[in-house]
T-cell receptor, first 113, second 115 residues
């Protein structure tokens, strides 16, 4: 069975500062990796995904993530955050031969002016 | 185009009552998923529909939970004899064909509160 761990439940950060959200997964098979963002009272929106190829993937809103197979990690980064990036961020994994997403517990990002 | 639509957006009901939640997926999406999101937690998979195949019900927490889908369109999630621990946001998602490399598109959820 696969599992996803987001090490930080909350990350406060000042506007225009960089942010990194950590995600580690466990799986015995090949996986696809996703980051979703959830704004208050809304559903989840896809930020980016890793399927294959380059381990550095770029997504919307200036976010990027790096897949590290040896460390089973998929950390999300943004070099300079905005107030509008205040939201909850979820890392998710699916087995290549499967059909379900397994989500981490989420990281709440609070951007302060 | 239209996204995934869920109704109602909020539902408050008394313990012991039955509730029915509705999801309209994106047109043309054959795969549909239901998730539960408890306060401050991640998403728990509940059930998955793919075309006319038998649904994957492996995530349903008890026999009080059931879901149906008519063809490749609307789905309803029913919770019978609701309990306070059923209070959560119920999210629906759809994807084009249900392959694991295809992103899921989420609705805004139904916030269910059991008094």
């Amino acid at each position: 069975a696969q599992s996803v761990t987001q090490l930080d439940s909350q990350v406060p950060v000042f506007e225009e500062a960089p942010v990194e959200l950590r995600c580690n997964y466990s799986s015995s098979v090949s996986v696809y990796l996703f980051w979703y963002v959830q704004y208050p009272n809304q559903g989840l929106q896809l930020l980016l995904k890793y399927l294959s190829g380059s381990t550095l993937v770029k997504g919307i809103n200036g976010f990027e993530a790096e897949f590290n197979k040896s460390q089973t990690s998929f950390h999300l980064r943004k070099p300079s955050v905005h107030i509008s990036d205040t939201a909850e961020y979820f890392c998710a994994v699916s087995e290549a031969a499967g059909n379900k997403l397994t989500f981490g517990g989420g990281t709440r990002v609070l951007v302060k002016p | 185009g239209a996204g995934v639509s869920q109704s109602p957006s909020n539902k408050v009901t008394e313990k012991g009552k039955d509730v029915e939640l509705r999801c309209d997926p994106i047109s043309g999406h054959t795969a549909l998923y239901w998730y539960r999101q408890r306060l401050g937690q991640g998403l728990e998979f509940l059930i998955y529909f793919q075309g006319n195949s038998a649904p994957d019900k492996s995530g349903l927490p008890s026999d009080r939970f059931s879901a149906e889908r008519t063809g490749e369109s609307v789905s309803t999630l029913t919770i019978q004899r609701t309990q306070q621990e059923d209070s959560a946001v119920y999210l629906c998602a759809s994807s084009l064909e249900g392959y694991s490399n295809q992103p899921q598109h989420f609705g805004d959820g139904t916030r269910l509160s059991i008094l």
